[in-house]
């Protein structure tokens, strides 16, 4: 390797920005190192990590002794500290596992018998006990189990504000670049990406979710395949905040945990998911599925209402044959690190996945500690947290504060300038919906998008044309109009 090459040689390349490789940017950068992450897609989070139920699992679920256990009830613990530093909404709002029969009540006790082995803290409630806590479940319940520890988080939040920490810490990324080839040499790996560009690293992390057994296979192994399995939802408008306070869950079954009932952390209400077998790209919603979910969300709570719909979608589960997750370094491929098939609870373990490989490659590197390392990012304002006179003071300040952009979302052009202006920001409209959430409310973005567009391209400095709603080649005009700022 010449001088050249060995100063462009990376330390540690991870390919996915997904929650998994974004919490293992965050904590690497806590070294000093040389890192960076390849995102086939134009914005961090845009698979599962964007498009899951957002609950960090208390823990009692996954079979004692799997990785699955250990790095749920460490990561759940992790939760109030870090989201304090990385400025994200998280709420421990306990979670109830219901009963509806003799044989549910069965699980029940094998699921506190789980969690007593994991660690967990869970009671069981009788039928009153639940009601009291949640009077507008259905009168079938035999009980519940309870876990205080279960809390909800923006998923969205959690893993761009991950990414942002690790760039603010030194981390470099690179959006749009999908990995299609890697090769061994000597001391060190080169990675290629589609259009031929390619990083040398002496390390790689394949943090890939549903195409992480597609990217161990480019160094010519196949330990693990990927079974896609999607999840589809109903959002229901923040209507009542008292309606449903807890989590809840069906029992569990071997597919799944059911369809649950849960407020969003921005206070929606969540509403599934289905689990069926798809194909890796298949994010379409149906009718059929939609109404067994229905059937099953009215069995639990009866007048749950579902006039308040404003939106449904669905997400994929990089779901593998192993049955746990897998995170390993090849034995074959020394410096080649799998962390795949992080299906649920992965969003719930993703701060102690990070943590957890992080140190492994701190060790195999023998790296020092990043001194300038700082766990905070800059914090967002919260409008509805400033109160009316501080509020006031700051639109005089700077007027973009007071021009509401997303009526329903209560989203001020101020709040999009600055998720546009930070490290790891937006440069998509689905980019500023997930960091401020103008289009997350009632009218779905049909009243605020196209001011959004405009914002994008006068900002970016860039034709309106050029903007986009997510990927490359979903530009929202075809030209810009006549009349519009970037006329
Ligand atoms: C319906 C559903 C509900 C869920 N609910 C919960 C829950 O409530 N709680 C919980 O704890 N967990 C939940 N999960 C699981 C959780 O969402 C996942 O475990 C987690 O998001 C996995 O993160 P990841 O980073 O491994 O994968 P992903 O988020 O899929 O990220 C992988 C990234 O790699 C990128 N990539 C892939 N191939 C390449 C390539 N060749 N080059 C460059 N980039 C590439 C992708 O574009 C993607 O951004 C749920 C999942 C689903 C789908």
Same mark, same amino acid.
Do not use: W
């Given at each position: 390797?010449?001088?050249?090459?060995?100063?462009?040689?990376?330390?540690?390349?991870?390919?996915?920005?997904?929650?998994?490789?974004? $919490?293992? *940017?965050?904590?690497? =950068?806590? @070294?000093? #190192?040389?890192?960076? +992450?390849? /995102?086939?897609?134009? %914005?961090? !989070?845009?698979?599962?990590?964007?498009?899951?139920?957002?609950?960090?699992?208390?823990?009692?679920?996954?079979?004692?002794?799997?990785?699955?256990?250990?790095?749920?009830?460490?990561?759940?613990?992790?939760?109030?500290?870090?989201?304090?530093?990385?400025?994200?909404?998280?709420?421990?709002?306990?979670?109830?596992?219901?009963?509806?029969?003799?044989?549910?009540?069965?699980?029940?006790?094998?699921?506190?018998?789980?969690?007593?082995?994991?660690?967990?803290?869970?009671?069981?409630?009788?039928?009153?006990?639940?009601?009291?806590?949640?009077?507008?479940?259905?009168?079938?319940?035999?009980?519940?189990?309870?876990? $205080?520890? *279960?809390?909800?988080? =923006?998923? @969205?939040? #959690?893993?761009?504000? +991950?990414? /942002?920490?690790?760039? %603010?810490? !030194?981390?470099?990324?690179?959006?749009?670049?999908?990995?299609?080839?890697?090769?061994?040499?000597?001391?060190?790996?080169?990675?290629?990406?589609?259009?031929?560009?390619?990083?040398?690293?002496?390390?790689?992390?394949?943090?890939?979710?549903?195409?992480?057994?597609?990217?161990?296979?480019?160094?010519?192994?196949?330990?693990?395949?990927?079974?896609?399995?999607?999840?589809?939802?109903?959002?229901?408008?923040?209507?009542?905040?008292?309606?449903?306070?807890?989590?809840?869950?069906?029992?569990?079954?071997?597919?799944?945990?059911?369809?649950?009932?849960?407020?969003?952390?921005?206070?929606?209400?969540?509403?599934?998911?289905?689990?069926?077998?798809?194909?890796?790209?298949?994010?379409?919603?149906?009718?059929?599925?939609?109404?067994?979910?229905?059937?099953?969300?009215?069995?639990?709570?009866?007048?749950?209402?579902?006039?308040?719909?404003?939106?449904?979608?669905?997400?994929?589960?990089?779901?593998?044959?192993?049955?746990?997750?897998?995170?390993?370094?090849?034995?074959?491929?020394?410096?080649?690190?799998?962390?795949?098939?992080?299906?649920?609870?992965?969003?719930?373990?993703?701060?102690?996945?990070?943590?957890?490989?992080?140190?492994?490659?701190?060790?195999?590197?023998?790296?020092?500690?990043?001194?300038?390392?700082?766990?905070?990012?800059?914090?967002?304002?919260?409008?509805?947290?400033?109160?009316?006179?501080?509020?006031?003071?700051?639109?005089?300040?700077?007027?973009?504060?007071?021009?509401?952009?997303?009526?329903?979302?209560?989203?001020?052009?101020?709040?999009?300038?600055?998720?546009?202006?930070?490290?790891?920001?937006?440069?998509?409209?689905?980019?500023?919906?997930?960091?401020?959430?103008?289009?997350?409310?009632?009218?779905?973005?049909?009243?605020?998008?196209?001011?959004?567009?405009?914002?994008?391209?006068?900002?970016?400095?860039?034709?309106?044309?050029?903007?986009?709603?997510?990927?490359?080649?979903?530009?929202?005009?075809?030209?810009?109009?006549?009349?519009?700022?970037?006329?």
């Amino acid at each position: 390797m010449n001088k050249e090459e060995k100063q462009k040689l990376y330390d540690v390349i991870i390919i996915g920005g997904g929650v998994i490789g974004c $919490s293992i *940017a965050r904590y690497l =950068s806590r @070294f000093n #190192l040389k890192l960076l +992450l390849l /995102e086939k897609h134009n %914005d961090v !989070g845009d698979e599962a990590s964007g498009a899951n139920s957002g609950i960090v699992h208390s823990g009692y679920d996954p079979l004692p002794g799997t990785k699955k256990a250990y790095f749920n009830v460490r990561g759940n613990k992790m939760f109030d500290e870090v989201v304090k530093e990385l400025d994200v909404s998280f709420k421990r709002i306990g979670s109830l596992t219901l009963s509806f029969s003799d044989e549910d009540d069965k699980t029940l006790l094998e699921l506190k018998k789980r969690g007593d082995e994991n660690g967990v803290e869970t009671k069981i409630l009788s039928k009153e006990e639940t009601l009291k806590l949640e009077p507008n479940l259905s009168k079938e319940i035999h009980g519940a189990l309870f876990a $205080s520890s *279960a809390g909800i988080v =923006s998923p @969205f939040a #959690l893993t761009n504000n +991950l990414m /942002e920490n690790a760039l %603010d810490n !030194g981390a470099e990324l690179l959006l749009n670049t999908e990995v299609t080839k890697i090769k061994k040499k000597v001391e060190f790996y080169r990675v290629f990406e589609k259009n031929g560009l390619f990083f040398d690293t002496k390390l790689v992390v394949n943090a890939a979710g549903l195409y992480s057994d597609k990217i161990q296979n480019l160094v010519g192994e196949s330990d693990f395949k990927i079974t896609p399995r999607k999840g589809e939802y109903f959002v229901l408008d923040h209507f009542d905040n008292n309606f449903i306070k807890h989590t809840i869950f069906m029992c569990p079954t071997k597919v799944g945990k059911g369809v649950l009932i849960s407020q969003t952390a921005s206070g929606n209400y969540l509403v599934g998911p289905s689990n069926d077998e798809c194909a890796v790209d298949d994010v379409s919603t149906d009718s059929l599925t939609l109404s067994e979910i229905k059937k099953t969300a009215l069995k639990i709570c009866p007048s749950l209402p579902f006039e308040e719909t404003i939106r449904e979608f669905s997400g994929i589960r990089p779901n593998s044959d192993i049955d746990d997750f897998i995170i390993k370094e090849s034995e074959k491929n020394p410096g080649f690190y799998t962390v795949g098939g992080i299906m649920s609870p992965g969003l719930a373990s993703s701060l102690a996945i990070g943590e957890y490989v992080s140190e492994l490659i701190e060790k195999k590197l023998n790296l020092e500690i990043n001194k300038n390392f700082n766990q905070y990012i800059r914090k967002h304002l919260s409008l509805a947290k400033l109160g009316e006179e501080k509020y006031n003071e700051l639109i005089k300040e700077d007027p973009r504060y007071g021009h509401m952009v997303c009526r329903c979302e209560k989203v001020s052009e101020g709040q999009i300038l600055d998720a546009i202006h930070r490290n790891s920001g937006a440069r998509t409209i689905k980019g500023v919906k997930k960091r401020v959430r103008p289009g997350f409310g009632k009218c779905q973005g049909t009243f605020c998008e196209a001011g959004i567009a405009q914002i994008l391209a006068r900002e970016l400095k860039v034709d309106l044309s050029e903007i986009c709603y997510s990927d490359l080649g979903t530009n929202v005009l075809l030209k810009a109009h006549k009349g519009s700022e970037n006329d």
